[in-house]
């Protein structure tokens, strides 16, 4: 019961404020004026409200400002303009920068900025001995090539859309092929897509010039949120549906909390209730898990696929159906005559029995062998058995994804919703852009009447990516500002409103967007922009003046260090074993979960899957997300929420963190396959165990202090407890994986 609670609070609430839901006390019909409560109406917003136009200037609806870097005192710690920006903060505070990391941190920082795992012993060895200028450039070009790159960025995008692949509520039924949403984006990554044709395809993807499978797949994005399959009411279920992608829309692209206009104007954003409705008549025509017939919504509806085969795939299933089809009648034909000669010599009672499908097939089997010739017989068997195993021979089926579909050509009209109420229609509206925006009124081109959509939403993804959009640039760089420094310039990355944080440095923000932009939206370039920067590049090391001066690291006069992530954490202990399956895409799989967490669902057995030990072994991105079956292991670090957009995960500390490295099975059975690595790789040794354990799990050498401090404590446990060389060995490598060194980026 929580959950739908939950779910009409999120109706009815928003931030800043509460709203009464007056549904029960409103009478539906007709029309009605616009609510007179509302603080100002869109006429007086549009006309020059002196509060909106104070709003209006903020700097978040300002366009891009001045483009040329600060000069700064010290020309040689500047490697690019990011540094001129950053350095000309710290000047004025009076901090100096730190010094730059070692080369063993650097490389680890910058394997686990794009690829989400730690580098090799091998690799970390050969940075730190090429001496060649371009040795740390090269390190990012390889890592922005490698597939995991995509594996890894991906995962950042997922939280912001809310990815899972059940719909949650009670049943939790699956959405089916969502997986196939998942790998677009992971493939989008790895292929350096054009950002701005990343919108389109998402918001777009069946309206645009070319449509493809790809484009398909990706509008899946509009039916990754929750759904609910027994809604109380339908109407108002349905808009809940249209909410979660406007609201998932406007933080995700746009860093602005639209949904907080549902209800009411917005009390912070200049944003009016009639701006909230205008973006959503954009998407009012199409059937976001709702089935609907002339636009009447029922409550229920199948959550089906749509076939996204390409021409040739489905020439080529037809053809391959036509002759699986061709090759049964055959058989068929080959068989009848042996079994009208076995039906000829059944009683005339067993002639009547065999009316009957089922006994006709047991009689027949059972008067083959007395009615048939041996050769006949044998025939006739091998016909059957051939018969048998073509019929049980299934076609590869054509493949399927979960897509966004419109009702036709014609869109329903869209009214203001007072207070939100599906049934308490206010005024009249058509679709068009926030007004704070200055943008003029879309013209939605006049499709045919035989069109599959409206070619709304291609108006609004065009928007929404051009270049001279104020805000689409400027949110993206900062994401990934965010995800390597592990804040955002704008610490509020959903959120670029009056109610989130304001930048640190806002004049490379908006250089950054304008360069974005001109490079052609490419994310690689400002991956390897950023991270050249010796912003980037300096140590996490404290300094009294900045620790005095700005103790939040405000400006970015070192580097912050953080804990890896949920899927870091998992995908680096399997890589440790050297049993991480690398295999990418395809379905989703299961880890090993609990009977005590199976038993908290509502239908334990059938709660959760079962995948082979190997496909067990794949990496984090690829586990099943049911909403509410959260995998251990990832659940106790934080995995981001996903029923709204998380565009900022949490980053606890807490004992049961500990605790599960040190006793879940997952953590002790990789410490047992790392300890056999070990003796592969180091023999039995325990000094060259320990060298090749911390090279391992701490991308560098360790210490003579620390080799002796290994062998001693393996010895000890032999000594003390009685273990096996083994055994002590398997305990050494589970207190490896719970070092803060390991589970710490530096």
Known sequence: MLRPILTFLRAVVCVGCWCLAVGAIATPGQPIPNDPRHEMSAPELAGGSSSFKERESYWAF????????????????????????????????????????????????????????????????????????????????????????????????????????TNGYERDGPKPSAWRYRDYVIDAFNMNKRYDQFIREQIAGDELDAVTAESLVATGYQRLGIWDDEPVDADQAYYDSLDDVVATTAQTFLGLTVNCARCHDHKIDPIPQTDYYRLLAFFHNTYNDVKQGEFKKSAFTLNTTETIASPSELADFEKRKRELEERIRSLEAKIAPFEEQIVASFSNPEKDDAKDARTRRDLIAKKRESALEPKALEEYLAFSKQLAEIRKSELRPLPEALVIRENGATAPETFVLVRGNAHVLGEKVVPGFPLVFGAPDPEVPIRNGGAMSSGRRRVLAEWIASGDNLLTSRVMVNRIWQHHFGRGIVRSSNNFGKLGERPTHPELLDWLAREFVDSGWDMKAMHKRVMLSKTYRMSSDASESGLRVDPNNDLFWRFDMRRLTAEEIRDSVLYLTGNLNQKMGGPSIYTDVPREVLETASQPDRAWGKSSPEEQNRRSIYVYVKRSLIEPVLGTFDLADTDSPCAVRFATTVPTQALT??????????????????????????????????????????????????????????????????????????????????????
């Open 62 to 165: 300002k366009p891009v400002g001045n483009l040329i870097p600060p000069r700064v005192p010290d020309s040689d710690w500047q490697t690019n303009p990011i540094d001129a920006y950053v350095l000309a903060k710290l000047v004025d505070k009076g901090i100096n920068p730190v010094s730059p990391a070692g080369k063993p941190a650097l490389i680890r920082r910058a394997y686990y900025d794009l690829a989400g795992l730690p580098p090799t012993p091998e690799e970390v060895r050969a940075f730190e001995t090429d001496d060649s200028p371009d040795a740390y450039e090269r390190v990012i070009d390889h890592l922005l090539a490698s597939p995991r790159y995509g594996e890894k960025w991906a995962r950042h995008w997922l939280d912001l859309v809310r990815f899972a692949e």
């Open 661 to 746: 490295m040190l006793n879940n099975r997952f953590f002790n059975d990789q410490a047992e396959s790392f300890a056999g690595r070990l003796q592969r790789e180091a023999g039995d040794d325990p000094k060259a165990q320990a060298v090749r354990a911390f090279s391992l799990a701490l991308s560098r050498e360790p210490t003579a202090s620390e080799i002796t401090m290994a062998a001693e404590m393996i010895a000890k446990l032999q000594a003390e407890l009685n273990l096996s060389a083994g055994q002590a060995l398997d305990r050494f490598c589970l207190m490896v994986i719970n070092l803060n060194e390991f589970a710490y980026l530096d």
